[in-house]
């Protein structure tokens, strides 16, 4: 498709931050590498509680549910996009439920005190103007806002298939991200280095730990001055390299407004542990992480939704099941990928947890012309994210580094070998949540005593061969052909069944799609046996 309206153009460029058309308005070639920067800016952190729950009620009602979803999510982050964009800030990363946004002195060329007091102006605004938003069925939601200071870094990595990751990291987020553990709903809070650099120009309540709740700010900076950069077709090829799959497909087909609907999904959001975000190779260090996290992942067909960096560390959300790439087995791609991605780390010298969920989300675009993202929201990013944590936490070796739910295990059982663990209290259950350990792969040709029903010709076939073989020691090939569902798997566990009842020795060996490029994959446990 050619690319050739300017609202399409828009469009594609919305899905990024401004600073990225920032630098690509300097040279809009597509990136060979990985990049870095560092600068002064203050960073907001906007929560949002009750859109899960609200998700989850309206998603109930079907079409028209995804349909009001939709519309809620564009609305609510519309108001979000348009003040922070109108204060001269700039959202990086939009999080499960809110986003991430910074006042970058190296655009504005203002002080940090002043790129901090315009956030600070924008957050107070922010909540006032939410406080007047409603809902649907009394649902309520609610929003809390940290805000932090310092030096930066703004790094783009990957680069896997052309796609790159945004990583945004340093001091200010780790500030914000405390300052977050202060705030009720309603609440703008600095962390104290934020509130040394704009104490003059506004009105506080000290807090505990030097972190302070912000009630006005008496004199407010003017509006910012900004040159908004030209978007231009060259740009295109470096835009579509920071887009998801799932959006590129349907925004190349003009298909944007198609985006919402409900998708299930087997979702990963993985923690990692040991990068030095303030050391001096730092872009080295998570070139390297992200890099082999993208292999390991599409090498099992799935895709990176977000990487976050905040006060538990640095936390991959990946999925399984959006379009284009969707499967029979989602799950048990999802848990393989999982374990991959769990032990290529440890070869870095990484550790990490890992926590696997399955189920509905609502998947679909929030925003606006000027800013969006692919959003995924659901109790099972929730689930996911809280067994990640539980593992996280647990004292080392209470749990093992990659846990799933009751509804992976289900779809992965029957290709995948699993350990059951203790139920965990995870938050947001009443009730103790089961969760299980995968043991690596199983064949489905295993023995099983279950009557087979017909295929009496083949069965007579299958043991003269394996009569000839033992009486005569001659060998052969039988090549069983049939569609999907016919009953190969059964008609080759019975033969091994009457294999070993005759004390013929067996080895097994099974092909896999995802595998097709891995050389005698399916030899590979006749060799080692």
Not at 255 to 279: H, K, M
Not at 409 to 429: C, M, N, T
Not at 481 to 490: H, I, P, T
Request: proline fraction near 5%; glycine fraction near 8%.
């Amino acid at each position: 498709m050619t690319i050739q309206a300017p609202a399409l153009l828009e469009t594609f460029a919305s899905y990024v931050p401004g600073l990225i058309i920032h630098y690509l308005t300097a040279d809009p070639r597509p990136l060979t590498g990985p990049v870095a920067e560092r600068f002064p800016a203050a960073v907001l952190l906007a929560d949002i509680s009750g859109f899960t729950a609200l998700t989850e009620e309206l998603t109930r009602s079907g079409p028209a549910g995804v349909e009001e979803v939709s519309s809620l999510l564009n609305r609510y982050f519309g108001i979000l996009i348009d003040l922070i964009d109108d204060h001269g800030g700039d959202i990086v990363e939009f999080t499960g439920d809110g986003v991430i946004a910074l006042w970058p002195t190296v655009i504005s060329g203002e002080t940090l005190a002043e790129a901090t007091v315009r956030a600070v102006q924008c957050g107070l605004l922010v909540q006032q103007q939410i406080a007047a938003f409603t809902t649907v069925d009394n649902l309520h939601l609610t929003l809390r806002i940290s805000i932090g200071a310092g030096e930066v870094l703004f790094a783009t990595v990957g680069g896997a298939l052309g796609r790159w990751e945004l990583v945004v990291a340093g001091e200010p987020l780790t500030q914000a991200s405390a300052a977050e553990h202060y705030t009720t709903p309603g609440d703008v809070v600095l962390s104290p280095e934020a509130l040394a650099l704009a104490h003059a120009y506004l009105d506080s309540t000290s807090l505990s730990d030097g972190f302070a709740r912000v009630t006005a700010v008496p004199a407010p900076l003017l509006p910012p001055v900004r040159a908004v950069p030209a978007i231009t077709l060259t740009m295109l090829p470096a835009i579509r390299g920071y887009i998801p799959g799932a959006v590129l497909e349907r925004l190349m087909a003009d298909q944007a407004e198609w985006l919402a609907e409900l998708r299930y999904v087997t979702v990963i959001f993985l923690c990692i542990d040991g990068l030095n975000y303030l050391a001096h190779d730092a872009l080295e260090q998570v070139q390297l992480v992200m890099h082999t996290l993208q292999a390991a992942l599409y090498h099992y067909e799935g895709s990176v939704n977000q990487f976050i960096v905040d006060d538990k560390g640095t936390v991959l959300v990946a999925a399984f099941g959006l379009p284009p790439l969707t499967h029979q087995h989602d799950a048990m791609l999802a848990v393989q990928a999982a374990t991959a991605m769990h032990a290529r780390l440890q070869q870095l010298g990484s550790a990490s947890s890992s926590g696997i969920a399955t189920g509905w989300v609502f998947c679909g675009a929030r925003g606006n012309t000027r800013r969006r993202d692919y959003a995924m929201i659901g109790d099972v990013m929730n689930l996911a994210a809280r067994l990640m944590q539980a593992s996280v936490q647990m004292p080392h070796g209470d749990l093992p580094p990659v846990i799933c739910d009751t509804t992976t295990y289900i779809g992965a059982r029957s290709h995948l070998a699993f350990e059951q663990l203790p139920p965990i209290k995870v938050k947001g259950k009443s009730e103790p949540v089961a969760i299980y350990r995968p043991m690596g792969r199983v064949l489905t040709t295993t023995r099983t005593r279950t009557p087979i029903i017909g295929r009496n010709r083949e069965r007579t076939l299958l043991r003269e061969q394996l009569d000839m073989l033992i009486a005569e020691r001659i060998g052969g090939v039988v090549i069983i052909e049939g569609e999907v569902g016919m009953g190969k798997s059964r008609l080759i566990s019975d033969v091994l069944e009457q294999a070993h009842e005759l004390h013929v020795i067996t080895l097994a060996g099974t092909g896999d799609a995802i595998e097709h490029n891995t050389s005698y994959h399916a030899w590979r446990p006749i060799f080692i046996a």
